[in-house]
């Protein structure tokens, strides 16, 4: 459900070209949302604000050029009223409260599923939806609640999100990608586990596989970080 029948433009802005193209793709498959652009810098994004119309910025705290907050900032000097869902790996509660005042109307936590963006967006959405004049306290209550009570979205059975993380982490920082077992050793978990959570970030986009040959019996699979 979108303003006026017309769909909620979103710019996605962030540094990891590989997550980016997966916020563009989940963006994409949200019914009442498109994908305008997306940017890897804050001076990038800049330019695209200043040429393109924009509602929405699922914008990256964590940019190589400037900080997502002072980027925010920035934009409501300019005149710019596009609103913000920040994305981060911090869970720090200060900049939760800093980033209120600057047009932030949710957080995501990386690393999430297209379930969680799906889940924001959509009450992003219904808040946005939520025009005129209220008729009492009731009414306010529930367009509030439709943008500032999001519920869990939640994970293939048996997997968790923490855990996600740890796994997010290890397969971006090995240059060279892991086999389960290998990830299995370094995060502490068993091979089955490791493979079910690789074959998830691969499942969602975020990770690429292919065989491990020069060895004797089934070749094993490597996995890297990105489409390799």
Known sequence: MTTGGDPIRVLVVEDDPVAADAHVMYVGRVPGFVAVGKAHTGAEARRILDRTPVDLLLLDLHLPDVH?????RSLRAAGHQADVIAVTSARDLAVVREGV???VVQYV?????????????TRYSE???AVGEASGQDEVDRALAALRAPTPAALPKGLSAPTLERVTVALREAEEGLTAAALA???GIS????????????????????P??????????????GKR
Do not use: M, N
């Open 127 to 129: 808040f946005r939806a």
């Open 68 to 72: 997502g907050l002072q980027f925010a």
């Open 185 to 187: 050793e370094g995060v």
């Open 191 to 210: 091979r089955i586990t490791a493979r079910r959570y690789l074959e998830h970030l691969v499942e969602a986009g975020r990770a690429g596989r292919s």
């Open 109 to 121: 936590l990386k690393p999430f599923t297209f379930a969680t963006l799906r889940d924001r967006l």
């Open 212 to 225: 491990l040959y020069g060895q004797v019996g089934r070749p094993e699979l490597v996995y890297r970080w």
């Open 101 to 103: 005042s600057l047009g």
